[in-house]
C-alpha cells in the first residue's frame, strides 16, 4: 500500500496560483491528481508516468502543470490563473493504469485504475 501525503491547497482569489504537492512512501509508474466538488463527480486533472509522460484534462491545460521527483517520491501541480470552477477537494492517487500511443506510455486518467488515495486538500478560489 502507498502512503500519500497531500499539501498546499488554501484559498486564493481568481487569477491566483497555488502548488499542491504529494509525498509518497513510495511511488508508482502512474501517479496524477483527481478532484471532486460537491455535487459533483470525481475528474481527472492530471496524470504523469515515471518517464514523465504528462496528461492534463482539457479544462486544466495552459493553467496546470503536473510533475514529479522520482528521487524525492514528491508529485506536484502547479496551478496557475485560477478560476472559481476550480474550487474543489484535490486527491493525489497512485498505482494506475497506463496505456500506449504511438511511441510514447501514458497514465490512465480513469480513477477506478488507481489503487491509493491521499486524503486531499481543499482549494478554493473566489471571484
Known amino acids: 500500500e502507498v502512503h500519500l501525503v497531500e499539501s498546499g491547497g488554501g484559498s486564493v482569489q481568481s487569477g491566483g496560483s497555488l502548488k499542491l504537492s504529494c509525498a509518497a512512501s513510495?511511488?508508482?509508474?502512474?501517479m496524477a491528481w483527481f478532484r471532486q466538488s460537491p455535487g459533483k463527480e470525481r475528474e481527472a486533472v492530471a496524470s504523469?508516468?515515471?518517464?514523465?509522460?504528462?496528461t492534463h484534462a482539457e479544462s486544466v491545460k495552459g493553467r496546470f502543470t503536473i510533475s514529479r521527483d522520482n528521487a524525492k517520491k514528491i508529485i506536484y501541480l502547479k496551478m496557475n490563473s485560477l478560476i472559481p470552477e476550480d474550487t474543489a477537494m484535490y486527491y493525489c492517487?497512485?498505482?494506475?493504469?497506463?496505456?500506449?500511443?504511438?511511441?510514447?506510455?501514458?497514465?490512465?486518467?480513469?480513477?477506478?485504475?488507481?489503487?491509493?488515495w491521499g486524503q486531499g486538500t481543499q482549494v478554493t478560489v473566489s471571484s
Open positions: 513510495e511511488t508508482t509508474y502512474c
Open positions: 492517487a497512485a498505482g494506475g493504469s497506463a496505456y500506449t500511443s504511438g511511441a510514447n506510455v501514458y497514465c490512465s486518467s480513469d480513477g477506478s485504475s488507481y489503487t491509493d
Open positions: 504523469v508516468s515515471r518517464s514523465l509522460m504528462t
